[in-house]
Nanobody
Framework: VQLQASGGGLVQAGGSLRVSCAASGTSFSRYIMGWFRQTPGKEREFVAAIRWTGDATYYEDSVKGRFTISRDNVKNTAYLQMDSLKPEDTAVYYC??????????????????WGQGTQVTVSS
């Protein structure tokens, strides 16, 4: 499956942004979708994940209550709605896909497919 992330940009602290991940090539609904982020010199870190039908979602603690992951299996697209953004949310955001994970197992980097990343910059 090919993943294309988009929607990044520059936003002021406290603002909102939605990034999208469009999938092509195979059955999107068969994959768990995840969002990760990375800043220079740091490891890529888990942000959020959503299971096949959206019945379960997982979030890193620092984004709980501010970010919302969703998916549209008709449009083959996953979304990450980011509200109340903080300067420390500044990073390149990557979407990723895998066939299976559960609970904390979705937090690791063992995703099979990765998108190219989209830059999100939050100014103070």
């Amino acid at each position: 499956v090919q993943l294309q992330a988009s929607g990044g940009g520059l936003v002021q602290a406290g603002g909102s942004l939605r990034v999208s991940c469009a999938a092509s090539g195979t059955s999107f609904s068969r994959y768990i979708m995840g969002w990760f982020r990375q800043t220079p010199g740091k490891e890529r870190e888990f942000v959020a994940a959503i299971r096949w039908t959206g019945d379960a979602t997982y979030y890193e603690d620092s984004v709980k209550g501010r970010f919302t992951i969703s998916r549209d299996n008709v449009k083959n697209t996953a979304y990450l709605q980011m509200d109340s953004l903080k300067p420390e949310d500044t990073a390149v955001y990557y979407c990723a896909a895998r066939n299976y994970c559960s609970g904390n197992g979705c937090y690791d980097l063992n995703y099979k497919y990765w998108g190219q990343g989209t830059q999100v910059t939050v100014s103070s």
